[in-house]
């Protein structure tokens, strides 16, 4: 019973924290709200979430390492507290795992797969444990040979080892990325010519002298949104409808933007600014194309995977052409500032 009332106080605990976030969106659902439903973050089924994971019969050291604990989980499942804390924590991500690939058939999924390394993470610190039991009863049946445990403690750091240098081949995509991603001061570490993001400070001087005030000021459109997670302007529309707020009406925005590109006069875009239902851009950080200035925007294709289509919008130079806007080109960029009061 102790346990119990610590598991509902935790819980409540954690669904208050949980509201500040949420309320929003839980009372525009509850209300009928026509905006809720433009979340799509569920909206993702790779190979690796469409099947059960197995890692227990992978040809690897972390395949025999999960395949010992498996072994020990069921085998210790009534004898001991760590195995069965451990087994029930496997028992839920196959059950969540399970509820993913039902829910499919209502359009979405639980996003099943990211529970992957978590099961790694089980099945792996029950590995640790069996290797433990299985090197003492292996001790006690030699009668503690002290060839036996040199052995046990040979074969024990050696396997540590290899699993530890197995590390950046199981991270080789995420270290790739460390080291040829352009930082906000525009570096690469692997010290190769940097990306796009050189010339970020360099907007953000421009947006700042232009606009003047506060980056949380102001509303950006941007298709780069890395800027904004440098420099904190208010973004007028995320980077795919899986990280937009719910709220937000990302595929409203996202037409809304076409039907810019698709404007003959500033005339026009300064009245379909007006007439929105959010807040308007103060500016817009556009790169340059042959044929104008582009966005490249993003819409759901779930149940395919990639689930994103990405398409670019090509606005016409002259559109900007107009003392209610500042154009300025910076590196790949264009930078374009509207008037106060404009």
């Known amino acids: 019973m102790p346990v119990l009332v610590r598991f509902v106080a935790i819980a409540v605990i954690a669904g208050l924290v949980a509201l500040i976030v949420w309320a929003p969106f839980l009372l525009d659902v509850l209300g009928g709200g026509s905006s809720a439903g433009s979340g799509s973050a ?54 969540w795992f399970l509820g993913s690939m039902a829910f499919t058939a209502l359009g979405n999924t639980l996003l099943a797969f990211r529970l992957e390394v978590i099961l790694l993470a089980l099945l792996g610190t029950a590995g640790a444990f069996a290797f433990v039991e299985f090197s003492r009863w292996i001790s006690l049946a030699s009668s503690d040979n002290p060839n036996v445990r040199r052995v046990l403690v040979a074969v024990g750091a050696l396997g540590a080892l290899a699993f530890t240098q197995n590390v950046p081949q199981v991270l080789a995509s995420e270290i790739t990325v460390a080291y040829t991603d352009t930082d906000g001061n525009g570096e690469r570490a692997d010290q190769r010519p940097p990306g796009a993001a050189s010339y970020y400070s360099e907007i953000d001087e421009t947006l700042r002298s232009q606009l003047g005030g506060e980056r949380d000021d102001h509303v950006v459109l941007t298709a780069d949104t890395a800027f904004l997670a440098y420099y904190p302007y208010f973004g007028f529309q995320a980077l795919t409808s899986h990280y937009a707020n719910p709220l937000a009406d990302f595929g409203g925005r996202a037409a809304a933007i076409e039907e810019w590109s698709e404007l003959e006069s500033t005339d026009d875009l300064l009245a379909a600014w007006d007439s929105l239902p959010w807040r ?6 556009f790169r340059q194309g042959a044929e104008g200035y582009t966005l490249r ?46």
């Open 42 to 95: 569920t909206h993702y089924l790779p190979d690796t979430g469409a099947s059960l994971p197995l890692p227990m019969f992978h040809m690897s050291l972390i395949g025999l390492l999960c395949l010992l604990g498996s072994v020990w989980l069921i085998g210790r499942a009534t004898t001991s507290r760590r195995a069965q804390a451990l087994g029930l924590g496997v028992v839920a991500v196959y059950l």
């Open 280 to 285: 308007a851009p103060d500016a817009v950080v």
């Open 297 to 342: 925007l993003a819409e759901d294709v779930y149940p395919n995977d990639p689930n994103v289509r990405r398409y670019t919008v090509t606005f016409p130079e002259n559109l900007f052409d107009d003392p209610r806007f500042t154009i300025t080109e910076v590196g790949p960029f264009a930078v374009v500032t509207r008037a106060e009061g404009a």
